[in-house]
């Protein structure tokens, strides 16, 4: 039996500011990138379901809640992958964002061992805002850019695009997310266009055992936010890690404001795994703790010529 070789942890780091990256937090997305990179469309043989939920400052009254869920599938025959992707950010009181967009990717077997994936989606963003069930310190607020005096609901187009190439060891990937959407101040209805890179190694020093480090950049103009990870895997079925965010911007990596812890386990298919937030140095002033649950099944299917390099052959 080979050991399992398992997609790249992305973590989505934001903040809600202006110039600030406006995707969701989520520290749990190895299993499932699409949201991100349209090119992770079909990145299983299975028909794949993904569903994570996180609850951001979780001892502060109406915090933000996010949740993701992703649904893709892949057909050999033309060899494309098919998904959907529908996010929710509840930014607080009265201010939620709703993502849902199709996606489509085409995968290239380069060789026997090297696979190249294209690809794109393309739905809506919906946003709402009714400043009436805010609370205020100071009222003058109300009317300023940052705080509109009037109830706001937004359709607008929403599209990314993504390429990754990976091998059983080794996979790179980069995307563009909100094409449509490049403003130059960001606000908590426009999220701004973003760019990820990454890359995920895989080592095997047993048949038990696969250790997985991952490199994220995300950068949004004025805006990079780094993710270092490593994630372990035993036996095929339970997996921990941890992830460190520096604070880059500051230049000091080692005042990092945020560690997150992660554990989780598989048996048939079934995947259930939670993730633990650590706020550190200043974000410690804010809140200390976020929780993050992620749930997700495979169904599988006749076995294809091709295997993805989210899993091995046995």
Not at 3 to 23: G, H, K, P
Not at 152 to 172: N, S, V
């Amino acid at each position: 039996m080979k050991t399992r070789f398992l997609a790249i942890c992305v973590a989505l780091f934001s903040t809600i500011s202006a110039f600030a990256q406006r995707d969701l937090m989520l520290s749990q997305q190895f299993f499932s990138r699409l949201n991100f990179n349209p090119a992770a469309t079909g990145n299983s043989d299975d028909v794949d379901f993904f569903l994570i939920g996180r609850w951001q400052w979780a001892d502060f009254e109406d915090s933000p809640k996010d949740g993701v869920f992703n649904v893709s599938n892949y057909i050999e025959s033309i060899r494309s992958g098919f998904g959907l992707s529908a996010s929710y950010d509840d930014l607080g009181i009265a201010n939620h964002t709703f993502i849902c967009k199709p996606a489509y990717a085409y995968h290239i077997n380069l060789n026997e061992s090297m696979l190249l994936s294209m690809g794109l989606s393309f739905g809506f963003l919906y946003h709402s805002w009714d400043p009436s069930d805010h609370r205020l310190i100071d009222p003058q607020e109300v009317g300023l850019e940052s705080f509109p005096a009037d109830p706001e609901k937004k359709f607008r187009p929403d599209m990314d695009f993504g390429m990754e190439l990976a091998t059983p060891k080794l996979m790179f990937g980069a995307s563009i997310v909100h094409i449509l959407n490049n403003e130059e101040k960001v606000t908590t209805s426009v999220p701004g266009r973003q760019f990820y890179l990454y890359t995920r190694a895989t080592l095997s020093p047993s048949d038990f055992l696969a250790i997985c480090p991952a490199f994220v950049l995300m950068h949004r103009n004025k805006v990079s936010k780094v993710e270092l990870n490593v994630q372990a895997f035993f036996n095929r079925m339970i997996w921990g890690g941890v992830t460190y965010r520096p604070d880059v911007g500051s230049g000091a990596w080692f005042s990092s404001n945020e560690v997150t812890f992660t554990i989780g386990m598989e048996r048939n298919r079934l995947r259930f795994g939670y993730a633990f937030n650590l706020g550190l140095g200043e974000v410690a002033k804010l809140s200390k703790q976020s929780h993050e649950v992620l749930i997700s099944y495979r169904i599988p299917k006749k076995k294809a010529k091709y295997q993805r390099f989210l899993e091995d052959e046995e």
